[in-house]
């Protein structure tokens, strides 16, 4: 008679929810474990994990919006540059009309 556990691989999103239970919920880790069926050291483990390796959501996040604002900022500077150009070539020819009609 074989009474091998069978094991259980979890996805990421499986481990966020089972370790936000605890941290945002308040469950008790040796009842998460039941529930789950799986160790308090696995349990510990992956909150380590989470903890070890969220600086990435954060670094991720203001790296995308520090993109997006440069980008944004490139485009809005490339605008003006046109409309600098634009009014420079409009003073020239006021000027040169100016000078004609005199």
């Known amino acids: 008679m074989n009474l ?3 094991r259980t691989n979890f996805t990421p999103e499986e481990k966020v929810t089972i370790l ?3 941290l945002l919920e308040g469950v008790a880790v040796n009842d ?4 789950h069926n799986i160790q308090p050291s696995q349990y ?7 903890f070890m390796n969220g600086t990435i959501v954060f670094r991720n996040n ?3 919006k520090t993109k997006s604002l440069e980008q944004e900022n490139a485009r809005l500077r490339s605008k003006i540059a ?4 634009v009014i420079a070539e409009v003073i020239q ?3 040169k009309l100016k000078k004609d009609l005199a």
């Open 82 to 85: 046109e409309k600098d150009e």
């Open 20 to 22: 936000s239970e605890r």
């Open 32 to 35: 998460l474990c039941e529930l």
């Open 4 to 6: 091998k556990k069978r």
């Open 93 to 95: 020819e006021y000027v």
């Open 44 to 50: 510990y483990h992956w909150q380590k994990q989470l």
């Open 62 to 64: 203001h790296n995308s």
